[in-house]
């Protein structure tokens, strides 16, 4: 079992930044490819971003490149979603996720899912 707790959510501006943390405990974090996902008002739940467990791959959704980026530190047992050039449309509930096997993009991968912090970018 993996608990995952999401923290860094907050009101900006549009064009500015936030770091979101996720950390997690139980099993072995650094054995874990970490995600990000994100469900706006009205939407379905969509891929951000993720990394696999040496940190060394990652992908990100086409509409994120460039602007934000995920990392990990498995000394911290911590993922982090660093989103610059925020916009309005990023307003979302950004969870983390956890998974072995599979596919980076289907939410049905993952096996193991944090609560949610909340982003909201003002225009």
């Known amino acids: 079992q993996v608990q995952l707790v999401e923290s860094g959510g907050g009101l900006v501006q549009a064009g500015g930044s936030l770091r979101l943390s996720c950390a997690a405990s139980?099993?072995?974090?650094?054995?874990?490819?970490m995600a990000w996902f994100r469900q706006a008002p009205g939407k379905e739940r969509e891929f951000v971003a993720a990394?696999?467990?040496?940190?060394?791959?990652?992908e990100y959704a086409d509409f994120v490149k460039g602007r934000f980026t995920i990392s990990r530190d498995n000394a911290k047992n911590t993922v982090y979603l660093q989103m610059n050039s925020l916009k309005p449309e990023d307003t979302a509930v950004y969870y983390c996720?956890?998974?072995?096997?599979?596919?980076?993009?289907?939410?049905?991968?993952?096996?193991?899912w944090g609560q949610g912090t909340q982003v909201t970018v003002s225009s």
């Open positions: 996720a956890a998974k072995h096997t599979g596919g980076y993009y289907y939410q049905a991968n993952y096996a193991y």
């Open positions: 139980g099993r072995t974090f650094s054995g874990y490819t």
């Open positions: 990394i696999r467990s040496s940190g060394g791959v990652t």
